[in-house]
């Protein structure tokens, strides 16, 4: 039996921008870049963090990014 395939990250972005114009109804917008790179960093962060169990080097590895960069990030967001 063959199950079905998550979606790849870049169509659920996909499918959320429509729904978040479509949702606009024609009213103006900005600034879309910063609220999309917030709406998705906070909850990557989170994910992330939890599945290393809280160990920032490990999130930092994972993530790619320098600790302290990790630290600034989560300092951001409220996370830590």
Same mark, same amino acid.
């Given at each position: 039996m063959n199950t079905p395939?998550?979606?790849p990250l870049a169509h659920c972005v996909r499918q959320s921008l429509t729904a978040y114009f479509n949702d606009l109804d024609?009213?103006?917008t900005e600034g879309l870049y910063d609220l999309v790179? &917030?709406?998705v960093e906070r909850p990557l962060l989170q994910q992330v963090m939890q599945h290393v169990e809280g160990n920032q080097l490990k999130a930092a590895k994972l993530l790619g990014?320098?600790?302290n960069t990790l630290r600034k990030?989560? &300092?951001a967001h409220r996370l830590r």
């Open positions: 395939k998550t979606p024609g009213v103006a790179i &917030t709406e990014l320098n600790r990030k989560l &300092t």
